[in-house]
Every structure is written in structure tokens, then in C-alpha cells.
């Protein structure tokens, strides 16, 4: 897969939000590009720009933003939401009760869920505890987010991580349990706190501040 495989993409027909039953019918806000492959259930909201790749499903109560790239074999359920500039790599189901912020990478393989104690045989559907993953936020490959939780603005998620409790906005997290390791930037590189616990991003200067265990963006 990839952005060169333009042939591949069907351009969908420009709209509002999709209405019709079924998937030659539909129509879509202006401009996503919907792989042939993909199932888009009638009522999901795509946004402008949006690209959806082969084997999707995406659900009739789901919002996707605009400009995001949803990658091969994703699924999007019903009250789930995904907005602007959103990246979500091969193999990711976003289930019900997730919402991914602005600018959010999913890596590939990541796992959401939303029931914290599931058993076949009893329903647990009233029972949906949510997921909120903030602005820029990032999600290692192969990560697992138990439901319940918010993870911070611009934090990121090592791969493979099973992130258990709320992660800090900036927050570095590794393993299982995820543990916070440090302090990442929004550019992505690893902040190293002076004694003023000030820290200077190696990639844009930006400076943070690291005040009772949080870290803010100064400049
Ligand atoms: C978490 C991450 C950002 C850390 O990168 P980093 O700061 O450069 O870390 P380093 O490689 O210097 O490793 C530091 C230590 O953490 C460990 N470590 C690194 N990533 C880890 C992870 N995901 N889980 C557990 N431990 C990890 C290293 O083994 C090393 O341990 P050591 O000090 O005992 O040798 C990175 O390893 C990672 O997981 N990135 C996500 C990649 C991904 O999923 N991409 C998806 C799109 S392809």
C-alpha cells in the first residue's frame, strides 16, 4: 500500500455526508478516496481528503475527519471518532467508544477495546467504557490500550506497550504494564530536563517545562 497506488483508488463521487444502502450509491463529503474494497455502511461521516484502503470497514454511526490515511484491514465502529489528520496504520479496529483527536498515529496492529471484563455469554454493551487518545498523540505498533483511559496530548506509546492507566500529555511509555520511560517532544524526540527543568527539542528549539510531574510547551 501506499500514496504512489493512486490507479488503485476510486475517487468517490463529491457530497455531503453518505445517505444510500449501498456501496455504488453512495455519496460522500467532497473528495475522500475510497479504495473498492472498503465497505462504507450508509450514514458514516467521511471527511474531505481522507484516503481508505483495501478490506476497510467503516461502520454507520463512525466520524472520520478529514485528511486522514486509514490503512488496509481497518475497522470503524459505530460512536467511534477520528478526526482531522488522523494516520491509523494496517490491522486496527477502532472500536466503539474511541476517540482519536486531531493528528493521532495509530501504529500497526494497535489494539483498542472496550469492555474490561468480557465474557461471551453476558452482554456488555451498556457497559462500554471509552478511550480518548488527545491531540498528536502517538500508538506503537502492536500496542494495547485497555479501555478506560486517556492518553495525553503528543505522548507516545512504545510499541508493543499495554497501557493500563492514564497517560500524561508528553508522556514516553514503554512495556507491560506501560511505564512512563520520560518525556517526548511534539516533534517526537526525547526531552533531557536541565536543573531549571527546562528542555530544548533537538528537532524545532521548541522549549518545555516540566513543573509537579507535568511538562508544558513554553515556546
Ligand atoms: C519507545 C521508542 C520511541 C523508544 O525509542 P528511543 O527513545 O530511541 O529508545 P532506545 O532505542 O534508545 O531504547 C531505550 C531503552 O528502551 C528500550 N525500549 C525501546 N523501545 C521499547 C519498547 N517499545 N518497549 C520496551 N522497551 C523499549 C530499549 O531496549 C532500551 O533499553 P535498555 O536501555 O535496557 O537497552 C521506540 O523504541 C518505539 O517503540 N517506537 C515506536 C515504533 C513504532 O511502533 N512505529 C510504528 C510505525 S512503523
Same mark, same amino acid.
Given at each position: 500500500?501506499?500514496?504512489? %497506488? ?14 444510500? &444502502? !449501498?456501496? %455504488?450509491?453512495?455519496? /460522500? ?25 483495501? /478490506? ?9 475527519? %478529514? ?6 484491514? @481497518? ?6 471518532? #477520528?478526526? !482531522? ?18 493528528? *493521532? /498515529?495509530? =501504529?500497526?496492529?494497535?489494539? /483498542? ?12 454493551? &451498556? ?5 480518548? @487518545?488527545?491531540?498528536?498523540? &502517538? ?26 492507566? $492514564? ?26 530536563? $536541565?536543573? !531549571?527543568?527546562?528542555? #530544548?527539542?533537538? =528537532? $524545532? ?9 507535568? *511538562?508544558?510547551?513554553?515556546?
Amino acid at each position: 500500500m501506499g500514496i504512489c %497506488s493512486l490507479p488503485n483508488i476510486v475517487p468517490a463521487a463529491a457530497g455531503l455526508i453518505c445517505t444510500a &444502502t !449501498n456501496h %455504488s450509491t453512495f455519496t /460522500f463529503m467532497l473528495n475522500p478516496l475510497i479504495h473498492p474494497t472498503a465497505v462504507i455502511d450508509a450514514g458514516a461521516q467521511i471527511g474531505e481528503g481522507t484516503r481508505i484502503w483495501h /478490506f476497510c470497514h467503516v461502520m454507520p454511526k463512525a466520524v472520520i475527519g %478529514s485528511d486522514c490515511n486509514i490503512g488496509q484491514n @481497518v475497522f470503524v465502529d459505530n460512536n467511534a471518532s #477520528v478526526g !482531522n489528520g488522523v494516520k491509523i496504520q494496517n490491522n486496527v479496529s477502532v472500536y466503539n467508544g474511541v476517540v482519536l483527536e486531531d493528528g *493521532v /498515529f495509530v =501504529g500497526p496492529s494497535a489494539v /483498542f477495546t472496550n469492555v474490561i471484563n468480557p465474557r461471551s455469554f453476558i452482554e456488555r454493551k &451498556t457497559e462500554y467504557k471509552k478511550i480518548l @487518545v488527545k491531540k498528536g498523540a &502517538t500508538i506503537g505498533a502492536n500496542a494495547t490500550i485497555v479501555c478506560g483511559i486517556s492518553i495525553g496530548e503528543y505522548a507516545l506509546i512504545g510499541a508493543g506497550a499495554v497501557v493500563t492507566k $492514564d497517560v500524561p500529555a508528553y508522556g514516553l511509555m514503554m512495556g507491560n504494564p506501560a511505564r512512563q520511560k520520560g518525556w517526548i517532544s511534539e516533534q517526537g524526540y526525547t526531552l533531557q530536563f $536541565d536543573e !531549571n527543568d527546562k528542555a #530544548v527539542c533537538p =528537532g $524545532d528549539a521548541a522549549t518545555y517545562q516540566l513543573k509537579d510531574n507535568m *511538562v508544558h510547551k513554553i515556546s
